[in-house]
């Protein structure tokens, strides 16, 4: 298959397949990317729905304005946007559970709750099991601005 011509959009295609499979950016393989990749989709799809939703009834009845040829076309386009919203709340409900069937717990479809790696922290904080928040050593329970506005009210 030549790089040139109709088949240089599929080239790119598999190029990018392969490379996005073979060498993921993320640290920790093709779990970590998924699990990215999975808590980005979890953040983005129920606004986009919501969006279709509206939109899908803004344009049906802006339809209904219009003659019959065009109330005909709006309806379409409004089905349309009605679909595209009810699977991608689909997609959000059913996706975690089979990424995690198909690679186990290591993939985690919820924002990252490890705290950051410390910069400069006083050693007695990691022998403690605890994090730093500089100055202070916070346990893995709590975050960093949570234990920040709890010692500022004190």
Known sequence: MALTGKNLPLSILIAFATFGVSYPQYAGGLSAGLGNLCSSLMGVLPIVSMVGVVGGGLI??????????TRARANVWATSLLVGSVIS????AVAPPILTA???????????SSP??????????????THCCYPICVPLSQTCVASASATSTK
């Open 89 to 92: 709340i689909m997609i959000t």
């Open 60 to 69: 049906y009845a802006g339809g209904q304005l219009m003659g019959a040829e």
């Open 116 to 129: 950051p790696p410390p910069q400069t922290c006083n050693p007695a904080c990691i022998a403690a099991g």
């Open 102 to 112: 198909l690679y186990g717990s290591t993939v985690s479809c919820t924002a990252s």
